[in-house]
C-alpha cells in the first residue's frame, strides 16, 4: 500500500482539489453532451466517495465501481451510498474484457501500483479501443520516482531509475531516457508523454477518431501521483466541441500532455486561511508573504510556491474542522 493510500481520502486536501477540478471539467463537458446521460466506472474503494460526489454534482445516475479484493467489496457492499452504484468484484483488465461500453461514458481508472505500470498503459490502450465519440477517460498514476527503487551497492540512482522506468515504460515509453527525466520534477511529465503514447495507440484503428487531452496534474498527499483526462472526439467535432465547451477559456486545461500542473497548497490554520483569502483575489505572492510577516513552510522558496498554488486552488480548497457527533 501506498503512504498516498495510507491517508484517508477525506484528509488529502490536494487530491481533493484535483477532483473538483474534474468535477468543473465534466460540468463544463456537458455543454457539448449531457453528462447525466453517462455511466460513470471507477475504482469506488471501501466508501465510494466520488461515486457520492459525481452523482450529487452533476446527476450522473449509472454507476460501477470495479473492485478487485472480495474483504473490500463487502465493506462497499455495507456502505453503498446509492442505489444507481453497481458494484463488480473483478480486476480491470477482466472488467474491459467483458463489459459492453455501447453506452457514453466516464472512467476514471485511479492506478495505485507503480510496479504494474506497464499493465496500467497497455490497460488504458485497451480502454480507448473500447470507447467511441465523446467518451471521457481519466487515468491516475503513480509518480514517485522512490517507487522505481534504489540500485544495489554504489551504483549510480537516477542511471538505475532511468534503466527502470524504461523496462517498466516498455513499448509506450521513448527509445532512450536521460537519467534527469526520473527525478521528482521530471518524472511526472515522462509519465505523461507516455500515456499519451498508449492513449493514441487506443485509436489507431479508427481514423476519423483522436484522443484530445484536456487537463493534467500531479499531486502529493503522501505519493506523488499523476492524473490525467482526456475525451475522444471525431475530427469533425473538434470545432463544435471547443465552442460549445468553451475549454480555450479554461484557466486549467491542458491539450498538450507534455507538462503537468502542479497541486500543492500548504498546511494552513484556520487563522492564516482566513487571512490569505481576505486579500484575494489579487493579492500577489509576495506582497501576501509580507503581510503575514513569515513564511508557511520548511524553506522559503517552497513555502512561496505553495502559497501561489494556494491563491490559484483557494476556491475549491477544502476545509477541515473537528465536530461533534
Known amino acids: 500500500m501506498s503512504l498516498g493510500a495510507s491517508i ?36 469506488g474503494g471501501p466508501f465510494l466517495e466520488d461515486f ?23 465493506r462497499q457492499n455495507f456502505n453503498l451510498p446509492l442505489s444507481c452504484i453497481e458494484i463488480r468484484n473483478a480486476l480491470s483488465r477482466d472488467f474491459l474484457t467483458s463489459h459492453d461500453f455501447s453506452g457514453p ?29 465523446g467518451d471521457i477517460i481519466k487515468i491516475t498514476l503513480n509518480a514517485s520516482p522512490e517507487s522505481l527503487g534504489r540500485p544495489p551497492g554504489d551504483a549510480d540512482l537516477k542511471d538505475f531509475r532511468a534503466a527502470e522506468a524504461k523496462r517498466r ?65 471525431n475530427h469533425a467535432d ?4 471547443f465552442t460549445q465547451t468553451r475549454l480555450r477559456h479554461w484557466a486549467y486545461s491542458n491539450f498538450d500532455w507534455i507538462n503537468p500542473e502542479p497541486i500543492s497548497i500548504p498546511n494552513l490554520s484556520a487563522k492564516e486561511r482566513l487571512f490569505i483569502e481576505s486579500l484575494l483575489p489579487g493579492g500577489e505572492t509576495a506582497d501576501i508573504r509580507d503581510k503575514l ?33
Not at 296 to 324: D, K, M, T
Request: with cysteine; charged share 20%.
Open 105 to 133: 461514458s466516464i472512467v476514471w481508472f485511479d492506478y495505485t501500483t507503480p510496479k504494474q505500470l506497464a499493465n496500467q498503459l497497455a490497460e488504458s490502450q485497451v480502454l480507448v479501443s473500447k470507447l467511441t465519440v
Open 52 to 74: 457520492k460526489f459525481l452523482h450529487s454534482t452533476l446527476r450522473i445516475q449509472k454507476m460501477i465501481s470495479i473492485e478487485s479484493d472480495p474483504n473490500t467489496v463487502y
Open 293 to 325: 510577516g513569515y513564511f508557511i513552510g520548511e524553506n522559503e522558496r517552497e513555502a512561496l510556491e505553495h502559497l501561489s498554488n494556494f491563491i490559484n486552488y483557494y476556491r475549491l480548497s477544502p476545509y477541515y474542522s473537528r465536530i461533534v457527533m
Open 8 to 43: 484517508p481520502y477525506h484528509l488529502r486536501q490536494n487530491k481533493s482539489i484535483e477532483r473538483s477540478l474534474f468535477i468543473d471539467l465534466l460540468s463544463r463537458i456537458g455543454r457539448f453532451r449531457n453528462i447525466s446521460d453517462y455511466t460513470y466506472i471507477g475504482f
Open 238 to 241: 473538434t470545432d463544435a466541441f
Open 169 to 233: 515504460l516498455g513499448e509506450y515509453g521513448p527509445a532512450v531516457i536521460d537519467p534527469d527525466r526520473v527525478s521528482a520534477a521530471n518524472f511526472p511529465a515522462l509519465l505523461l508523454q507516455t500515456l499519451h503514447s498508449a492513449c493514441k495507440r487506443g485509436v489507431e484503428g479508427d481514423k476519423r477518431l483522436y484522443i484530445q487531452p484536456l487537463s493534467a496534474f500531479v499531486y502529493k498527499d503522501g505519493q506523488q501521483m499523476l492524473t490525467a483526462t482526456a475525451v475522444i472526439l
